[in-house]
């Protein structure tokens, strides 16, 4: 039986535990160059002294027009790479191990960023057209992600986290409803990975075999089967680790029973972990708020590693919490987190903790 302390190994990197921090977006801390901040370094120092095992840095755009707002991250010009270095001697001089999640809104862009572009013209939030990418631009959209990776290598980190979920570029190729191709992009499992799996080869081959390639990948869009297929290609183009979160819906329903202490999109990741056990590891994510769910979650093999967001938002020191028992600030499930866009950064439990 595992146990939330014990290291595992993710393409020979060391993580030290089982519990990692799931990428966060701070909207409030980057500027309109997309740098990394003074605030973002001392978030991650924080987060990365409190005993998390590996830190997956929040979305971060591959280029201006495929962030979420003007103050969001980037990692599309070489000028960005120096700010991120701080972060990540932050976590290696804290013995935790740190990727960083790549991303491009693609039709969900926000429109003081670039236009929606994606896999097919389809209806957007706003009610236009989204334009659909010629293999050309589709071409150009993956030389993006992967100069972003070999930069990310640049600045230290341990490996790349392809942001697959939540309804953006990537997971728009995957879903159906969003991806009409009939060329190579579209229609078949392996024609809707395609788009990701040949991102995940390039990097391979630009960063090396020690370089770790993760997704974060969708547990069900619509269906949990069709999700693993998916993440088999991932696997098959070189991914080594699988972190699981919801796709443009919510949870496949039927997934988990009454009596489980987990939620639907945690239920989805319990999934992945039994196809995916004894290949390559897989963490399962949301709603995870409490020391025994984490421990109930490893101890009981149901995942690799636990992944948090609000828990370690609220308190850096929640993993200490996990391991060793000590007390920590509770993550008060704030209707809208505070850490979220377009809202005012007040975190009660940060407030609680007399941070602010
Ligand atoms: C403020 C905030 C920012 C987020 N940013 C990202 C992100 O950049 N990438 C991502 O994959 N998920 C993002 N998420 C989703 C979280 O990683 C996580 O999946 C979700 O909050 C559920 O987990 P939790 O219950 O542990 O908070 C964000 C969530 C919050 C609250
Ligand atoms: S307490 Fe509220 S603002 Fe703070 S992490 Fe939890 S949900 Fe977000």
Request: glycine share 10%; charged share 25%; proline share 5%.
């Amino acid at each position: 039986m595992a146990k939330v302390n014990d290291p595992i190994v993710i393409n020979g990197l060391k993580v030290k535990n089982r519990i990692t921090f799931s990428p966060t977006v701070k909207f409030d801390m980057a500027g309109p160059d997309a740098k990394v901040t003074e605030k973002h370094v001392r978030h991650y120092t924080e987060r990365a002294e409190g005993g998390v095992g590996l830190i997956c840095v929040e979305a971060t755009a591959v280029e201006p027009g495929g962030r979420f707002a003007k103050n969001h991250l980037g990692l599309w010009d070489d000028a960005q790479i120096e700010g991120h270095t701080f972060i990540t001697k932050a976590c290696h001089d804290n013995k935790v191990a740190v990727i960083i999640q790549l991303n491009h809104t693609g039709i969900t862009a926000n429109p003081e960023c670039g236009p929606a572009i994606g896999p097919s013209s389809v209806t957007t939030r706003n009610g236009n057209l989204s334009k659909e990418m010629t293999v050309s631009e589709i071409k150009e959209m993956q030389d993006l992600f992967v100069n972003a990776a070999i930069r990310a290598k640049k600045a230290g980190y341990d490996g790349i986290q392809l942001h697959g979920c939540h309804g953006y570029l990537i997971n728009q190729f995957v879903n159906k409803t969003t991806n009409l191709r009939t060329d190579e992009y579209g229609g078949s499992v392996e024609n809707r990975a395609r788009f990701a799996a040949e991102i995940l080869r390039r990097i391979r081959k630009e960063c090396g075999e020690e370089f770790l390639l993760s997704v974060r990948t969708v547990g069900a869009d619509p269906e949990l089967a069709d999700a693993i297929a998916i993440a088999e290609e991932y696997v098959k183009a070189g991914c080594n680790y699988l972190q699981v979160s919801h796709g443009m819906g919510e949870a496949e329903p039927g997934l988990r029973s009454e009596e489980d202490p987990y939620n639907g999109i945690c239920a989805m990741g319990v999934h992945f972990h039994k196809a995916f056990t004894g290949r390559i590891p897989t963490s399962c994510a949301n709603g995870i708020l409490e020391p025994d769910l984490v421990k109930y979650l490893i101890e009981n093999d149901l995942t690799d590693t636990v992944d948090l967001a609000r828990a370690i938002l609220a308190d850096p020191a929640f993993p200490d919490a996990v391991l060793n028992g000590t007390d920590y600030t509770k993550c008060f499930g704030c209707p809208r987190c505070q850490y979220g866009p377009f809202t005012e950064h007040k975190c009660p439990a940060e407030i609680k903790r007399g941070k602010k």
